[in-house]
């Protein structure tokens, strides 16, 4: 009902929507069309906008204690904090960018190594907070009740959370050995100049590749799901890639709209960083959202035969 009044209100001419309309119905022995229809239905059941919107507001609690915790781990490899740091905020906006990289230089520059140290171990705990809240929302997409008591769900997130920190340090230890070696074999056979054509690829490979088994473990492991409904990685991996290829172009695109079109500092002045980044932080609650409703819907299907429902149909309403 609420797409029906949304493709009225904005004015779409009534009777080409609903030739689109009944031709899709027509179609809707189709996959494409059957998993289209549930994907919709879901989203407007599931109320993933209001899911969407909680989960910005614990990630907005999360993730500064997240980037302090993984900073003080950081300081026990031979990478570079500033060069993580710039790397994980390459894919926002200039100006949200900039404010985020101010206010973490500020807290590490303003605060004793002892501070530092404790803003540590509470972040980690406050980080956990963000991620299983994730994990109800991955519940909330699988229909799944939350069996698991406050103390298991707890340490289940402090396992998601570490296990970030841990999966983002592997990539960027691959990506700086990786370098290395693949520039020592290119130039071992003299195929130096391939380096600049084949590095890039591989670098956005890698960081892909890490992000798709996060989001795997997260799917498979993170809803409480019961024996008898396990979920396979065959289950949760094209949700992983949706939610990999998703937030990657969803990133890009808002990032370059907001850099070239965008006025929000117009609007909102000094606070237009901030509003840039909850917007940021809301796409990508939903698209993590999104991405347990895709493992969802083909759970649904692979268990049903591809069998329309029409009580989950917004086609048959």
């Not at 699988?142 to 069996?147: H, I, L, P, V």
Request: with cysteine; charged share 15%; aromatic share 16%.
């Amino acid at each position: 009902m609420m797409i029906y009044c949304i493709m009225i209100e904005g004015g779409v001419n009534y009777s080409m929507y609903k030739v689109i309309f009944n031709w899709l119905k027509a179609q809707k022995k189709r996959r494409w069309v059957l998993f289209l229809d549930q994907i919709i239905f879901r989203f407007n059941n599931d109320k993933v906008s209001s899911i969407g919107s909680q989960l910005t507001y614990y990630l907005v609690l999360s993730i500064f204690p997240f980037i302090i915790f993984l900073l003080n781990i950081v300081k026990f490899t031979p990478l570079a904090s500033a060069d993580i740091l710039n790397s994980l905020t390459r894919v926002l906006p200039t100006a949200t960018q900039e404010m985020i990289l101010a206010i973490i230089n500020e807290i590490v520059s303003s605060s004793s190594n002892t501070l530092l140290s404790v803003s540590a171990i509470v972040g980690l705990w406050t980080s956990s907070t963000g991620i299983s809240q994730v994990i109800r929302a991955v519940n909330e997409a699988y229909d799944a009740k939350e069996g698991r008591g406050f103390l298991r769900l707890r340490l289940v997130s402090l396992f998601f959370t570490f296990s970030l920190i841990v999966l983002i340090i592997l990539v960027f230890v691959f990506l700086v050995f990786g370098e290395i070696i693949a520039r020592g074999v290119l130039n071992y056979f003299n195929e130096a100049e391939l380096f600049q054509v084949l590095w890039p690829i591989f670098r956005i490979s890698i960081a892909l590749g890490f992000m798709v088994l996060g989001f795997s473990l997260l799917y498979k492991y993170g809803p409480s799901c019961s024996k008898q409904n396990k979920l396979t990685f065959q289950d949760v991996l094209p949700g992983a890639v949706f939610v990999t290829v998703g937030w990657t172009l969803a990133s890009m695109a808002f990032s370059f709209y907001v850099n070239n079109f965008g006025k929000y500092s117009v609007t909102y002045g000094s606070l237009g960083g901030i509003i840039v980044f909850l917007i940021w932080l809301y796409i990508t609650s939903i698209i993590i959202v999104l991405g347990g409703e895709v493992n969802a819907t083909l759970t649904f299907f692979k268990k049903n035969d591809w069998q329309h429902d029409p009580r989950k149909s917004i086609i048959d309403k």
